[in-house]
């Protein structure tokens, strides 16, 4: 059973955003999946309070460092394929690997040049977890936010920063869509913002299979090629490669 944890320094990097776009992609794939909402404000104990959450996801609320441990048996207790963490923006995040033990840390980066040092932050919060409960943890950063046309100039340097630290990148990242956000207001997943008619969500769930694929295969869970989803648009494709 894979844990994920989406981890940053700072809030406002699309932490939330990530972890809920990973559990709708696995659930349309037929995994049950465990969500901890570890951020205080609590925004996916909401979105699963909407009508229409996919049966196959749970969600268990842990606002408090506190919490955690009863937040994890509940989720294990849901018997999950998966259990995905979403944190809170801040320094502290770290402590909660004691007790979740993730295997596999995802940072998301805007494109903001100040990204790149909050990502070798959380490259030595990494390493120092990996110290303490003496195992190794995948760690990557994905790139989120991202105009619709992606603009090099604005990234090549979080990319650069990355590469010359031995810090991954998925080779997908998730493109500004508004039906991302229309998730947390209408609540569902992305067949509900399908019948009520919000735009460009077939392109949103393409890139959100792609997404999904790129986390099992850094995992080393890639399903075989006639099980994979289709391809995304070019411009969600490699984006690092195409930026370095």
Same mark, same amino acid.
């Given at each position: 059973?894979?844990?994920?944890?989406?981890?940053?320094?700072?809030?406002?990097?699309?932490?939330?955003?990530?972890?809920?776009?990973?559990?709708?992609?696995?659930?349309?794939?037929? #995994?049950?999946?465990?969500?901890?909402?570890?951020?205080?404000?609590?925004?996916?104990? #909401?979105?699963?309070?909407?009508?229409?959450?996919?049966?196959?996801?749970?969600?268990?609320? @842990?606002?408090?460092?506190?919490?955690?441990?009863?937040?994890?048996?509940?989720?294990?207790?849901?018997? *999950?394929?998966?259990?995905?963490?979403?944190?809170?923006?801040?320094?502290?995040?770290?402590?909660?690997?004691?007790?979740?033990?993730?295997?596999?840390?995802?940072?998301?980066?805007?494109?903001?040049?100040?990204?790149?040092?909050?990502?070798?932050?959380?490259?030595?919060?990494?390493?120092?977890?990996?110290?303490?409960? =003496?195992?190794?943890?995948?760690?990557?950063?994905?790139?989120? =936010?991202?105009?619709?046309?992606?603009?090099?100039?604005?990234?090549?340097?979080?990319?650069?920063?990355?590469?010359?630290?031995?810090?991954?990148?998925?080779?997908?990242?998730?493109?500004?869509?508004?039906?991302?956000?229309?998730?947390?207001?209408?609540?569902?997943?992305?067949?509900?913002?399908?019948?009520?008619?919000?735009?460009?969500?077939?392109?949103? =769930?393409?890139?959100? #299979?792609?997404?999904?694929?790129?986390?099992?295969?850094?995992?080393?869970?890639?399903?075989? *090629?006639?099980?994979?989803? @289709? *391809? @995304?648009?070019?411009?969600?494709?490699?984006?690092?490669?195409?930026?370095?």
């Amino acid at each position: 059973m894979p844990t994920v944890a989406f981890v940053s320094p700072k809030g406002g990097a699309g932490k939330t955003t990530a972890s809920m776009l990973l559990a709708l992609g696995l659930a349309e794939q037929g #995994h049950r999946v465990a969500m901890i909402d570890a951020d205080p404000n609590k925004p996916l104990v #909401h979105w699963a309070s909407l009508p229409g959450r996919p049966n196959t996801i749970s969600v268990h609320a @842990a606002p408090f460092e506190i919490d955690l441990p009863d937040a994890l048996r509940e989720a294990n207790g849901k018997r *999950p394929d998966w259990i995905i963490l979403d944190t809170e923006g801040s320094a502290r995040v770290g402590l909660s690997f004691t007790a979740v033990k993730p295997d596999l840390v995802i940072t998301p980066l805007a494109s903001s040049a100040l990204e790149a040092l909050q990502a070798l932050k959380m490259a030595e919060i990494v390493a120092n977890a990996e110290k303490k409960l =003496r195992r190794p943890i995948k760690h990557a950063c994905l790139l989120t =936010r991202l105009p619709a046309a992606v603009r090099p100039k604005s990234l090549k340097s979080i990319v650069e920063q990355l590469r010359v630290n031995n810090i991954a990148i998925l080779p997908t990242g998730i493109i500004e869509k508004e039906a991302f956000r229309m998730i947390f207001a209408l609540g569902g997943d992305l067949a509900t913002l399908e019948r009520n008619g919000v735009y460009g969500v077939g392109q949103a =769930r393409t890139i959100a #299979h792609t997404y999904v694929n790129a986390v099992k295969e850094f995992m080393g869970l890639a399903e075989p *090629p006639e099980q994979a989803a @289709a *391809p @995304a648009p070019a411009n969600a494709q490699t984006v690092a490669d195409r930026i370095g």
